[in-house]
T-cell receptor, first 110, second 111 residues
Framework: QQQVKQSPQSLIVQKGGISIINCAYE??????FPWYQQFPGKGPALLIA?????SEKKEGRFTISFNKSAKQFSLHIMDSQPGDSATYFC?????????FGSGTKLNVKP | GAGVSQSPRYKVAKRGQDVALRCDPI?????LFWYQQALGQGPEFLTY????????KSGLPSDRFFAERPEGSVSTLKIQRTQQEDSAVYLC?????????FGQGTRLTVV
């Protein structure tokens, strides 16, 4: 049973546009929600993270929106750039165990 | 080193061969995780260490998989009698309770 469901599977956005990736979870014991960015041949790298007591966190062009009651969280990439083209994974953490979504392959067209 | 280091980067094994994958975590990191990432998928949890203690091995897919971290630093993931379905990227991460830093992974191909 997949603990974290992520959508869409792939996303194409024009340069300068907004990229939005969504995740949903069921286990209310999760207490930390990071997003990871992965380039081909590389390991996932932490991008931004949020705790469930906060509804939004912004770092530069990246924003996490968190809806605790709906058990959903999303990543928004503002002013998307070709260099943002990568696979993005959401994750939910409980007792040091990270549960990852299945990933979203983002392609930002120049 | 500055980050998590894994070796080898690539490993081709014949079916039935034993393999050993190494992870050098970031110095001082207590937690160490192993994940298996199939092509086009997110990482799947295998096992977790806190120092030398293996606190969770619930993700290991079979008894052919074995992990150790004898001195609380370097860890080795061993796969015995490899099968084709073991082909994947094996990621190691070290960190704190809520932040994991990943290595580049070892791509294992079983032929």
């Amino acid at each position: 049973q997949q603990q974290v469901k992520q959508s869409p599977q792939s996303l194409i956005v024009q340069k300068g546009g907004i990229s939005i990736i969504n995740c949903a979870y069921e286990n209310t014991a999760f207490d930390y929600f990071p997003w990871y960015q992965q380039f081909p041949g590389k390991g996932p790298a932490l991008l931004i993270a949020i705790r469930p007591d906060v509804s939004e966190k912004k770092e530069g062009r990246f924003t996490i929106s968190f809806n605790k009651s709906a058990k959903q969280f999303s990543l928004h990439i503002m002013d998307s750039q070709p260099g943002d083209s990568a696979t993005y994974f959401c994750a939910a953490v409980n007792f040091n165990k990270f549960y990852f979504g299945s990933g979203t392959k983002l392609n930002v067209k120049p | 080193g500055a980050g998590v280091s894994q070796s080898p980067r690539y490993k081709v094994a014949k079916r039935g061969q034993d393999v050993a994958l190494r992870c050098d975590p970031i110095s001082g990191h207590v937690s160490l995780f192993w994940y298996q990432q199939a092509l086009g998928q997110g990482p799947e949890f295998l096992t977790y260490f806190q120092n030398e203690a293996q606190l969770d091995k619930s993700g290991l897919p079979s008894d052919r998989f074995f992990a150790e971290r004898p001195e609380g630093s370097v860890s080795t993931l061993k796969i015995q009698r490899t099968q084709q379905e073991d082909s994947a990227v094996y990621l190691c991460a070290s960190g704190s309770n809520t932040e994991a830093f990943f290595g580049q992974g070892t791509r294992l191909t079983v032929v």
